[in-house]
């Protein structure tokens, strides 16, 4: 079974049609599940409130959520040994890692190019032929 986690801004660019928005949704199908924290969604709500537009559930439709039931310091103490994140992109790959010590087990998809390059260097297999900004 194959499984991604997907960060905001891949369903940001789907969502608004940016350039490459049909590559990133053809990558999604290709996976039998899609998990995100649910951050995800408030940052996509904020995201369409900010250009005026309503929310349209099936934005987020066929994402599992995942809600730690602990901190995620160790994940945090891990992924800032490798590398410096924004507080939603290191929230995003530590809820990655909670689910997936061992990344190379899970596929990260991610339009940030910073939190693409720390995702990799955990070893992640961040998704090819979606291009980061």
């Known amino acids: 079974m194959s499984i991604a986690y997907v960060d905001t801004s891949v369903l940001a660019a789907v969502a608004f049609d940016e350039p490459g928005a049909a ?8 996976f039998d599940r899609l998990i995100s924290s649910n951050l995800l969604e408030a940052e996509l709500r904020a995201a369409f ?3 005026n537009l ?3 559930e099936r ?3 066929g994402i599992e959520w995942i809600l730690p ?3 995620l310091a160790p994940e945090f103490a891990r992924i800032l040994g490798t590398g410096r994140l924004r507080g939603a992109d290191l929230w995003h790959v530590a809820t990655a ?3 997936f010590p061992q990344p190379s087990a899970l596929s990260f998809a991610t339009l940030d190019g910073r939190q693409g390059s720390v995702a990799e260097e955990l070893g992640f297999a961040v998704l090819p ?3 980061p900004i």
């Open 54 to 56: 309503v929310f349209r």
């Open 129 to 131: 032929g979606i291009n």
């Open 97 to 99: 890692l909670y689910v």
């Open 69 to 71: 039931d602990r901190s």
């Open 23 to 30: 590559a990133c949704t053809q990558r999604l199908d290709e």
């Open 49 to 51: 409130a900010r250009e």
């Open 59 to 61: 934005a987020i439709a």
